[in-house]
């Protein structure tokens, strides 16, 4: 009976160990930190993308993409359009519309807006 008892009790042991062991793994981003507001829970990911800075905010890409200018060009009518000037300030779209050959001017803005 006592062999039985030790039998189970290690078996339970083994099972509830097996089953702490993965929320353990999963708990190594945080951190209790003690402070003059008392006990506090820490998680260390979520500063980890600060610093980085890649060309993007929450807000989208800060200037106008030359894809997205080559699109609204296309967009309004023009064929073949091509960017011929890019600079800090603006986007020049070149192309083909019924009349001849034509050019728009975008802002290198968010948004793309034509000036």
Same mark, same amino acid.
């Given at each position: 009976?006592?062999?039985?008892?030790?039998?189970? #009790?290690?078996?339970? +042991?083994?099972?509830? $160990?097996?089953?702490?062991?993965?929320? @353990?793994?999963?708990?190594?981003?945080?951190? #209790?930190? #003690?402070?003059? $507001?008392?006990?506090?829970v820490y998680d260390r990911n979520r500063d980890r993308d600060r610093g980085r800075y890649d060309g993007y905010d929450r807000r989208g890409p800060r200037g106008c993409d030359p894809d997205d200018a080559l699109d609204? +060009?296309?967009?309004?009518? #023009?064929?073949? +359009?091509? @960017?011929?000037? *890019?600079?800090? %300030?603006?986007?020049?779209?070149?192309? *083909?519309? %019924? %009349?001849?050959?034509?050019?728009?001017?975008?802002?290198?803005?968010?948004?793309?807006?034509?000036?």
């Amino acid at each position: 009976m006592l062999k039985s008892l030790q039998f189970v #009790l290690v078996g339970l +042991a083994a099972i509830s $160990g097996l089953t702490i062991s993965p929320t @353990i793994a999963a708990a190594q981003d945080l951190e #209790l930190r #003690l402070g003059p $507001g008392g006990v506090g829970v820490y998680d260390r990911n979520r500063d980890r993308d600060r610093g980085r800075y890649d060309g993007y905010d929450r807000r989208g890409p800060r200037g106008c993409d030359p894809d997205d200018a080559l699109d609204i +060009a296309r967009g309004e009518g #023009l064929r073949r +359009a091509q @960017i011929v000037r *890019m600079s800090p %300030r603006s986007i020049v779209v070149q192309g *083909m519309t %019924r %009349r001849g050959p034509e050019r728009m001017t975008f802002a290198n803005r968010r948004g793309c807006p034509e000036i």
